[in-house]
Nanobody, 122 residues
Framework: QVRVVESGGGLVQAGGSLRLSCAAS????????MGWFRRAPGKEREFVAAISRSATYYADSVKGRFTISRDNGKNTAYLQMNSLKPEDTAVYYC?????????????????WGQGTQVTVSS
């Protein structure tokens, strides 16, 4: 079983930045595909960004503002969020996929964290 734990959420003003971290257990972290999703109040969960061993993929709504990265030596994935907008307010979830592929559907991920709240004030 792989444990996934997010951290780094908080309250920030519009235009500000936050960096989320996602620590995953297991010896094969480098082989996992990692993804970030979010769920805003009253809305469905949506894809934000994904990273495989060598590629990244972003939702159009965050492209150019968010950057996903990973440090395999630390078993950690990151989501750098810049130029934040009030509509980015949501609970952000990190997920890990055994397949290692670049995945944008939540159903393709095997392990999920509990989420971290991001609130952007106007």
């Amino acid at each position: 079983q792989v444990r996934v734990v997010e951290s780094g959420g908080g309250l920030v003003q519009a235009g500000g930045s936050l960096r989320l971290s996602c620590a995953a257990s297991g010896r094969t972290f480098s082989s996992y595909g990692m993804g970030w999703f979010r769920r805003a109040p009253g809305k469905e969960r949506e894809f934000v960004a994904a990273i495989s061993r060598s590629a990244t993929y972003y939702a159009d709504s965050v492209k150019g503002r968010f950057t996903i990265s990973r440090d395999n030596g630390k078993n950690t994935a990151y989501l750098q969020m810049n130029s934040l907008k009030p509509e980015d307010t949501a609970v952000y979830y990190c997920a890990a996929a055994r397949s290692g592929s670049l995945l944008s559907h939540g159903s393709d991920y095997d392990y999920w964290g509990q989420g971290t709240q991001v609130t952007v004030s106007s």
